[in-house]
């Protein structure tokens, strides 16, 4: 990966003239070079990484392994796109294994994201099977840790 992307993804707060300090390169170039990224949707947008236990936000997270058939000259793009585009969904991937697809949602409860397995996801048409699976504590996300370290001094042990 090239080291303007690596140091974006690190942090994407840094601005063109700070890469430029550290890649020794004009500020004018990184900006330009950004833009192409985004351009060609290399860089397809910047986020802040959230503690949502922190946040106080109820929301609920949920993995799901989904089975699906797929469609003849479309495979398995055309309904994977087609699951991607609800508002619930955070994140779709096509996987290997058992399972086709590995959706991650998020609701405000339990009962929406129950709704939307139950009365979109799983009533779609080629949709042969669902696994839900809930996420119950971050420890990680995206790289980032999302719990205190605790510094616990252990007493030494001698013989």
Request: hydrophobic share 45%; with cysteine; glycine share 6%.
């Amino acid at each position: 990966m090239d080291a303007l992307l690596r140091l974006l993804q690190e942090n994407a707060a840094l601005k063109p003239e700070q890469l430029a300090k550290m890649l020794n390169l004009p500020a004018a170039e990184i900006a330009a070079q950004i833009k192409t990224y985004e351009d060609q949707q290399v860089i397809l947008g910047y986020r802040a990484v959230l503690n949502e236990e922190k946040t106080g936000a109820d929301v609920v997270s949920a993995v799901i392994e989904v089975k699906i058939t797929p469609e003849r000259g479309g495979g398995f793009d055309r309904l994977a796109e087609r699951i991607a585009k609800y508002r619930e969904v955070r994140s779709c991937y096509l996987m290997s294994g058992g399972f086709d697809l590995l959706v991650v949602v998020q609701g405000a409860n339990l009962r929406e994201v129950a709704s939307f397995v139950s009365e979109k996801l799983a009533t779609i048409h080629g949709v042969i099977s669902t696994a839900t699976h809930f996420m119950l504590k971050i420890y990680k996300e995206q790289g980032m840790m999302a719990v205190e370290e605790k510094n616990e001094e252990r007493l030494a042990v001698s013989p």
